[in-house]
Each structure stands twice: as structure tokens, then as C-alpha cells.
């Protein structure tokens, strides 16, 4: 029903302000991400004792919400993908508000996207390091209104649709494949009956029949590489989940934690998966998504972009009941991101 729908799209749109907001005290910030460290902060944002709240908005969005909002409001503005204008408003926001904490190529590529006499938007993002492009993280990092949008229609449309918005800035395969991931892994997490157990296994069997076909399309370009990235850190996954337990240096080493995106999708999908299975140290009476998080900023690294693409995932799945109202209070842009996933609704029932 309709009601249902619209926990789903909130939670995921703010979900991802969430992990990002709170993310972002961690980034690169290593020896700071210990469980107890981050239980800390989780800590003083719920400190609402003696009827005194926290400050509203306290904790800042970085760069991946900045570009979030851009891609939300571009879609629902004009129904639909539009190049020229999602580009204006990426490259405006960044000139509004410069100290979001970019990446620091992209930001060539928004200041090229200035340029008025600019015909093709894709061009600067083609030309990035010696016309390799960038394999960073930022396509993955702001892809979440893309399957919410793409809601009522097919797995082919939202892999077009998020192939197209991330070529506005990334155009390397790698970057191409992971945001498609991130979008798939959404979009799946929003599908599915989250009255019943999640089946771990089914969902990344679903993610691994994607993302082989992508990849095997991918190999035939890049004839030097002869493996599948993502499908193999895929298949690390469901081995990790039947073990007792994995080593957060483990999954550093075979999943990652960098700003790539194929070092930092799967870190972020395997953090809303092994929030469904049982801890037995400080987060065991913590609900699906808060584990997700704390859990994503536990992998270290880059921490607000793991947690915000994890977040976007466990709140489409677990719903916006799950986050804290005091999370939601703390963090800047939690309540824009709702009335984006509002909207974001209307259009994908007219798209039906
Ligand atoms: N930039 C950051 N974090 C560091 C600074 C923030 C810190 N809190 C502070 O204030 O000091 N975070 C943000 O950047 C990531 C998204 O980056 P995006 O949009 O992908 O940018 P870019 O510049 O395209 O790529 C990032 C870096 O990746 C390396 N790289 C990418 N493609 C490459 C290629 N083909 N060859 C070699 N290197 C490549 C480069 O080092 C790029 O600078 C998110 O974490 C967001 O939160
Ligand atoms: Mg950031
Ligand atoms: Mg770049
Ligand atoms: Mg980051």
C-alpha cells in the first residue's frame, strides 16, 4: 500500500543523510572507529535528557548529500533525466557551498561544466585522468533518488538511468558498474517483504545475475582484465555471512574501504547484510538500521560514503520507523531528504 511505500522511500532517502551526517566525523579518521568510539557519538545525539534536545542539525551533510539533493530535485523537476540540467545544478551547488568536502578531481569537472558554451555535458567527465575517468565513489555515493524514481518500472531502466547520472562525473567502468550496484542494491532492498526475515542469500544471488552480466559486457572493453571484481567481493560476501564472525581488517582487505567505488560498494551492501544476523557485543539491542550504520563506520576508511550508501539501503529496506527521531533531529537534511522521497513517490505512481 501506499502508506508502506512511503516508509520505504523515506527511509532510504534519509537514511542516506543519516550515514552521511554521522559518517563524516570518521572519515579517514581510522584509530577513531571503534565500536565504543562510535557508540560515543551515537551517544551525545541521543542525549535528549531533562526535555533538552540537541541542537537541530548539529551534524553536518558532507559532498554526498550535497549531490543527492542536485540529483533529487533535477529528476523531480523535470520528471524525468535531464543532462544539461543535472549538471547545472552539480556544478551551482558546488560553487554555492565549495566546502563540502569534494573529491578532489571532480571538482574539475564542475568547474569545466561552468563553461555556458559547453555542448556535451559528459565531455569533462570523459577527459578525467588522461581520459580514463574517475572510479571514485561520488556516481554511488548520491545515486539513491534513481531507484526510488525507478520504483514501478524495470531493472533495465534503472540501470540506464544510473548509468546516465553517473556520467555527468564518473566515467569509468568501474564507477559505472559500482553505482549501478548501489542503485540495484536499493532498489531490491525497497522490493522486498521485510515482514519475514531477510534471505541474505537470495538478495545477492538477485545483485550477482545484474551485475555478471555487466561484467561480462565490461570484459569485452577491457581486454587486459580477465576477472569480475564486484561479483567475486559478491561471493565473498555469503561466505563471510555463514561464518561466525569476520575480522574488520579482513574486510578491509577483501572488500575495501577507499574512496573507489569498487572499494566501497560492497562494504556498504555487506553492512545492511550482516545488520540482519545477531551480535553479541555492544549493538545487540540495536534495531536493523542503526546497526547498519554504526556497523558501516566500523569498516573505517571512508566512512560517510560506506555509511550513507548503507543507509540509503537499510532504510529502503527496514523502513523510516527504524531511524531515531533523535538521528533524524541531529543531522542536517534529514527532513529535506523526506519531502524529496515524498515527491520522488508521486512521480514513480505516475510513471506506473
Ligand atoms: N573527498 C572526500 N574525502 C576527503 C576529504 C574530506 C575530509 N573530511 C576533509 O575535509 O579533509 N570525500 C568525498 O570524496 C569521495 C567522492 O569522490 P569523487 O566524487 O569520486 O571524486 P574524484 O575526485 O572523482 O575521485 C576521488 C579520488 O579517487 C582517486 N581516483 C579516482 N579515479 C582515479 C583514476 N582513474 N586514477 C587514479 N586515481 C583515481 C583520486 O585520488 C581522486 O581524487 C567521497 O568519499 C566523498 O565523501
Ligand atoms: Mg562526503
Ligand atoms: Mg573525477
Ligand atoms: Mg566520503
Not at 551525545?44 to 550535497?66: C, L, M, S
Not at 539491542?285 to 542503526?290: P, S
Not at 554504526?294 to 566512512?303: L, V
Request: aromatic residues 8%.
Amino acid at each position: 500500500s501506499c502508506a508502506k511505500l512511503i516508509t520505504r522511500f523515506r527511509g532510504s532517502m534519509v537514511g542516506a543523510v543519516i550515514g552521511d551526517c554521522i559518517g563524516a566525523c570518521f572519515e579517514m579518521n581510522d584509530e577513531e572507529c571503534t565500536k565504543s568510539n562510535i557508540l560515543k557519538t551515537i551517544a551525545h545525539i541521543e542525549n535528549v535528557k531533562a526535555g533538552k534536545r540537541r541542537k537541530f542539525g548539529e551534524y553536518i551533510y558532507t559532498d554526498d548529500t550535497a549531490m543527492a539533493r542536485s540529483v533529487a530535485e533535477s529528476l523531480i523537476d523535470n520528471k524525468g533525466f535531464n543532462a544539461k540540467d543535472m549538471a547545472k545544478r552539480f556544478s551551482e551547488e558546488y560553487m554555492r557551498e565549495p566546502r563540502r568536502g569534494y573529491g578532489g578531481n571532480v571538482i574539475t569537472v564542475f568547474k569545466l561544466l561552468q563553461d555556458p558554451q559547453l555542448e556535451d555535458v559528459f565531455e569533462p567527465a570523459r577527459r578525467q585522468f588522461d581520459g580514463q575517468g574517475s572510479f571514485g565513489n561520488g556516481g554511488a555515493m548520491r545515486i539513491v533518488p534513481a531507484p526510488l524514481f525507478s520504483y514501478n518500472k524495470d531493472i533495465e531502466f534503472l540501470q540506464n538511468l544510473t548509468r546516465q547520472i553517473t556520467e555527468i562525473t564518473h566515467s569509468h567502468y568501474q564507477a559505472i558498474q559500482g553505482t549501478i550496484l548501489e542503485s540495484l542494491a536499493i532498489y531490491i532492498a525497497l522490493h522486498t517483504d521485510n515482514t519475514i526475515p531477510l534471505d541474505t542469500d537470495h538478495y545477492l544471488q538477485q545483485l550477482k545475475k545484474h551485475m555478471n552480466t555487466l561484467e561480462e559486457e565490461g570484459l569485452a572493453q577491457e581486454s587486459e582484465k580477465n576477472d569480475k571484481p564486484y561479483c567475486y567481493k559478491l561471493d565473498k560476501m555469503k561466505e563471510y555471512l555463514e561464518q561466525e564472525e569476520v575480522s574488520i581488517d579482513e574486510l578491509n582487505e577483501v572488500l575495501g574501504n577507499d574512496v573507489s567505488a569498487l572499494g566501497s560498494v560492497p562494504a556498504a551492501i555487506y553492512s545492511f547484510l550482516r545488520s540482519s544476523k545477531p551480535f553479541t557485543d555492544e549493538l545487540e539491542d540495536r534495531n536493523g538500521f542503526e546497526k547498519t550504520i554504526i556497523y558501516a563506520i566500523s569498516m573505517k576508511g571512508d566512512t560517510d560514503t560506506i555509511a550513507s550508501m548503507a543507509g540509503a539501503i537499510a532504510g529502503a529496506y527496514y523502513g523510516i520507523k527504524s531511524i531515531p527521531d533523535s538521528w533524524q533531529h541531529s543531522c542536517e537534511g534529514a527532513i529535506d531528504a523526506s519531502k524529496y522521497a515524498d515527491k520522488l513517490i508521486d512521480i514513480s505512481e505516475e510513471l506506473k
